[in-house]
C-alpha cells in the first residue's frame, strides 16, 4: 500500500469530495500530455521483470536534461497520444496488474496538487481533471477552506516549497497578500471583471512599491479595502474605453500560438472550432466583432448573471493552487497571467454561446476542463505568452484593463 504521513493541512473543501470515477469519466488522465517519472519509480521499473515493462521497455525514456529527482524520466505517448498503458477500458494496466505502489509520482497524486507553506501542506486540484472540474465550477457558495490534520500521500511531491520566515521583500508578505486576492475576488458586491480590475490595482501598487514594502503594505491594504467599498470604483470602471478589436486581435495571436505547438486533445479542438465558427469563422476582426457583440449579449451576459460564480470559483483555484502571485518573479507578471488565462476562457465561451446560441453548465465545465488540460499545463506556451505581452509593452495595468473590461 502506499503508505501516508499525517500533517497540518490547508484544503479547500471540494477535495474532501473528490472521488476519481474511472472508466466512466469522459475524459482521461492517460492521454494528450507527458508522464514524467520519479527517479525511484523508474528505477523500480528497471529493476522488474514483469511482462508489462519488457514489452514497452522502449517507451520508458530517462530524460537527460531533468532538472529534479521528479522528472527523471517520462513515458513516450503512442501515435494517438496516449499511454501505452492504458487498457480499452480506460484504466491503467500498471495499477491493475501491479498495484497503486508501482505508479509513479505523478499519476498516484493527479489531480491533486500540494504545496507546502511553513509547515503547513496546501492540497488543492486541478481542472484538467473533469470531476475537479464539477466540485470547483458548480459551487454557487463559492470556495472556502479547511485546516485539518490530514494524511498526505507518500509519493505527494510538493510543486512549491514556501519558508515564510525567511524570506524578505514581497514574499514575506504572501500570505496576507493571497489572503487579500481572495476576498476580492470573492467580494460579489461588484462584477467579476470589476474585482479583477482592483485585484490588478492591488497588486500593481505592491509591484512598484516592492523596494519599500515594509513601510508601505499597510496603506497598500488600506488603499485596496477603500476600493472595495468605495462606489467610485464601479463608476470609474464604467467609464474605462472598450477595445475590442484590441482584444480580439491579441487573443487571435495567442490561439494561433497554441495551435501551431500542437493540439492533441480532441475535446478543445472541438471547442476551439465552435469558437471560431461562433464568430463568424472569418479572420476579419469587424466581422468577428460584430458576432462576439451578439454573443456577449444576447447569450454570455444572461448565463453569467447567474452563473458568474463558474469563473470566480475558477480564478480562486488558480490563486491558491498556484500560490499566487508570488508563481512569477514580479507579482505583476502574475497578474498578467491570470488575466490571460480568463480572458482566454471567456473569449472561448462567448463563441461558443453563440455558436450554440446559449450556455449551459456542462458546456462550461467541459471547456474550461479541456482548456485546462491543453493549456494550463503547457509551460512553454504560458512562458511564450508572458514574452509576447512584455515584448510589446502590453503587460500594463491599462493594457489589462482593456482585455478585462471589453
Same mark, same amino acid.
Given at each position: 500500500?502506499?503508505?501516508?504521513?499525517?500533517?497540518?493541512?490547508?484544503?479547500?473543501?471540494?477535495?474532501?469530495?473528490?472521488?476519481?470515477?474511472?472508466?466512466?469519466?469522459?475524459?482521461?488522465?492517460?492521454? /494528450?500530455?507527458?508522464?514524467?517519472?520519479? @527517479?525511484?519509480?523508474?528505477?523500480?521499473?528497471?529493476?522488474?521483470?514483469?511482462?508489462?515493462?519488457?514489452?514497452?521497455?522502449?517507451?520508458?525514456?530517462?530524460?537527460?536534461?531533468?532538472?529534479?529527482?521528479?522528472?527523471?524520466?517520462?513515458?513516450?505517448?503512442?501515435?494517438? /497520444?496516449?499511454?501505452?498503458?492504458?487498457? #480499452? *477500458?480506460?484504466?491503467?494496466?500498471?495499477?491493475? *496488474?501491479?498495484?497503486?505502489?508501482?505508479?509513479?509520482?505523478?499519476?498516484?497524486?493527479?489531480?491533486? &496538487?500540494?504545496?507546502?507553506? =511553513?509547515?503547513?501542506?496546501?492540497?488543492?486540484? &486541478?481542472?484538467?481533471?473533469?470531476?475537479?472540474?464539477?466540485?470547483?465550477?458548480?459551487?454557487?457558495?463559492?470556495?472556502?477552506?479547511?485546516?485539518?490534520?490530514?494524511?498526505?500521500?507518500?509519493?505527494?511531491?510538493?510543486?512549491?516549497?514556501?519558508?515564510? =520566515? =525567511?524570506?524578505?521583500?514581497? @514574499?514575506?508578505?504572501?500570505?496576507?497578500?493571497?489572503?487579500?486576492?481572495?476576498?476580492?475576488?470573492?467580494?460579489?458586491?461588484?462584477?467579476?471583471?470589476?474585482?479583477?480590475?482592483?485585484?490588478?490595482?492591488?497588486?500593481?501598487?505592491?509591484?512598484? =512599491?516592492?523596494?519599500? +514594502?515594509?513601510?508601505?503594505?499597510?496603506?497598500?491594504?488600506?488603499?485596496?479595502?477603500?476600493?472595495?467599498?468605495?462606489?467610485?470604483?464601479?463608476?470609474?470602471?464604467?467609464?474605462?474605453?472598450?477595445?475590442?478589436?484590441?482584444?480580439?486581435?491579441?487573443?487571435?495571436?495567442?490561439?494561433?500560438?497554441?495551435?501551431?505547438? %500542437?493540439?492533441?486533445? $480532441?475535446?478543445?479542438?472541438?471547442?476551439?472550432?465552435?469558437?471560431?465558427? /461562433?464568430? /463568424?469563422?472569418?479572420?476579419?476582426?469587424?466581422?468577428?466583432?460584430?458576432?462576439?457583440?451578439?454573443?456577449?449579449?444576447?447569450?454570455?451576459?444572461?448565463?453569467?448573471? #447567474?452563473? %458568474?460564480?463558474?469563473?470566480?470559483?475558477?480564478?480562486?483555484?488558480?490563486?491558491?493552487?498556484?500560490?499566487?502571485?508570488?508563481?512569477?518573479?514580479?507579482?505583476?507578471?502574475?497578474?498578467?497571467?491570470?488575466?490571460?488565462?480568463?480572458?482566454?476562457?471567456?473569449?472561448?465561451?462567448? %463563441?461558443?454561446?453563440?455558436?450554440?446560441? %446559449?450556455?449551459?453548465?456542462?458546456?462550461?465545465?467541459?471547456? +474550461?476542463?479541456?482548456?485546462?488540460?491543453?493549456?494550463?499545463?503547457?509551460?512553454?506556451?504560458?512562458?511564450?505568452?508572458?514574452?509576447?505581452?512584455?515584448? $510589446?509593452?502590453?503587460?500594463?495595468?491599462?493594457?489589462?484593463?482593456?482585455?478585462?473590461?471589453?
Amino acid at each position: 500500500m502506499n503508505k501516508k504521513r499525517t500533517a497540518k493541512m490547508l484544503v479547500p473543501q471540494y477535495m474532501h469530495s473528490f472521488r476519481c470515477i474511472g472508466g466512466e469519466c469522459e475524459d482521461t488522465c492517460c492521454v /494528450g500530455w507527458n508522464v514524467w517519472i520519479d @527517479r525511484d519509480t523508474y528505477k523500480k521499473y528497471k529493476k522488474t521483470t514483469h511482462r508489462l515493462f519488457a514489452e514497452n521497455e522502449q517507451v520508458i525514456k530517462r530524460n537527460k536534461n531533468n532538472t529534479s529527482k521528479f522528472d527523471y524520466a517520462n513515458i513516450r505517448m503512442n501515435e494517438s /497520444g496516449a499511454c501505452p498503458f492504458l487498457s #480499452e *477500458e480506460k484504466l491503467c494496466r500498471i495499477h491493475e *496488474e501491479l498495484g497503486e505502489d508501482f505508479l509513479c509520482s505523478t499519476c498516484a497524486i493527479y489531480p491533486r &496538487t500540494f504545496n507546502l507553506v =511553513n509547515d503547513v501542506v496546501e492540497k488543492s486540484g &486541478t481542472l484538467s481533471c473533469p470531476e475537479i472540474a464539477r466540485l470547483v465550477l458548480l459551487n454557487p457558495n463559492g470556495i472556502e477552506f479547511d485546516e485539518i490534520e490530514g494524511e498526505v500521500e507518500k509519493k505527494a511531491a510538493y510543486h512549491s516549497a514556501l519558508h515564510l =520566515n =525567511n524570506e524578505k521583500g514581497v @514574499r514575506k508578505y504572501f500570505w496576507p497578500i493571497r489572503v487579500l486576492c481572495i476576498q476580492i475576488l470573492q467580494d460579489r458586491r461588484l462584477s467579476l471583471e470589476e474585482r479583477l480590475i482592483v485585484l490588478g490595482m492591488f497588486l500593481k501598487k505592491i509591484s512598484e =512599491n516592492k523596494d519599500h +514594502i515594509d513601510v508601505m503594505f499597510e496603506q497598500i491594504c488600506q488603499y485596496t479595502y477603500q476600493m472595495l467599498d468605495d462606489l467610485f470604483v464601479k463608476q470609474h470602471i464604467a467609464t474605462l474605453p472598450k477595445k475590442l478589436g484590441i482584444q480580439l486581435s491579441i487573443c487571435q495571436q495567442l490561439i494561433e500560438i497554441r495551435k501551431k505547438m %500542437g493540439l492533441q486533445n $480532441n475535446k478543445y479542438v472541438q471547442y476551439l472550432e465552435q469558437m471560431i465558427q /461562433g464568430f /463568424g469563422g472569418s479572420d476579419n476582426i469587424e466581422r468577428m466583432a460584430e458576432c462576439y457583440e451578439e454573443g456577449i449579449t444576447k447569450y454570455y451576459e444572461p448565463f453569467m448573471k #447567474e452563473k %458568474g460564480y463558474m469563473l470566480e470559483n475558477y480564478l480562486v483555484n488558480y490563486v491558491f493552487k498556484n500560490l499566487f502571485p508570488i508563481d512569477k518573479e514580479d507579482v505583476f507578471d502574475s497578474y498578467v497571467m491570470i488575466v490571460v488565462h480568463y480572458t482566454l476562457i471567456r473569449l472561448h465561451l462567448i %463563441g461558443i454561446a453563440r455558436f450554440h446560441r %446559449g450556455l449551459n453548465e456542462q458546456l462550461v465545465v467541459m471547456l +474550461i476542463q479541456s482548456f485546462s488540460k491543453t493549456i494550463e499545463h503547457n509551460k512553454q506556451y504560458l512562458k511564450t505568452v508572458l514574452d509576447i505581452l512584455r515584448a $510589446n509593452d502590453i503587460n500594463s495595468m491599462s493594457f489589462m484593463t482593456v482585455l478585462i473590461n471589453s
